[in-house]
C-alpha cells in the first residue's frame, strides 16, 4: 500500500524503533519476550519516545530503563 511502510521480523525492529515515538508492549511472556524491553531497544528509540507496558513484568528489564531519557505510562 502506498505511504505505508511494513515491518516485520528481529531484523526489522530497530528501524521500526527508530520511527517509533510511543512503543506498547502488549506480548505474552514468552522465552522470546522476556526481557525483551531492555537497553538494546531504548537505545534504538528517539529521544522522548514513551513506554506503555501492558504486559506482564517480566518483560522488563527495570535497571535498563532506569536513567534513560524514555517516558513511562
Known amino acids: 500500500m502506498d505511504g505505508v511502510d511494513c515491518y ?10 527508530a520511527h517509533t515515538d510511543i512503543l506498547v508492549c ?3 511472556l514468552t522465552d522470546e519476550t522476556r ?10 528509540l528517539p529521544a522522548g519516545a514513551m ?14 530503563l532506569l536513567g534513560r531519557r524514555l517516558i513511562t505510562a
Open 8 to 17: 516485520a521480523g528481529a531484523d526489522s525492529l530497530p528501524a521500526f524503533l
Open 26 to 28: 502488549l506480548l505474552p
Open 35 to 44: 526481557g525483551i524491553l531492555n537497553a538494546r531497544m531504548f537505545s534504538a
Open 51 to 64: 513506554l506503555v507496558n501492558v504486559g506482564r513484568g517480566g518483560h522488563l528489564v527495570q535497571d535498563d
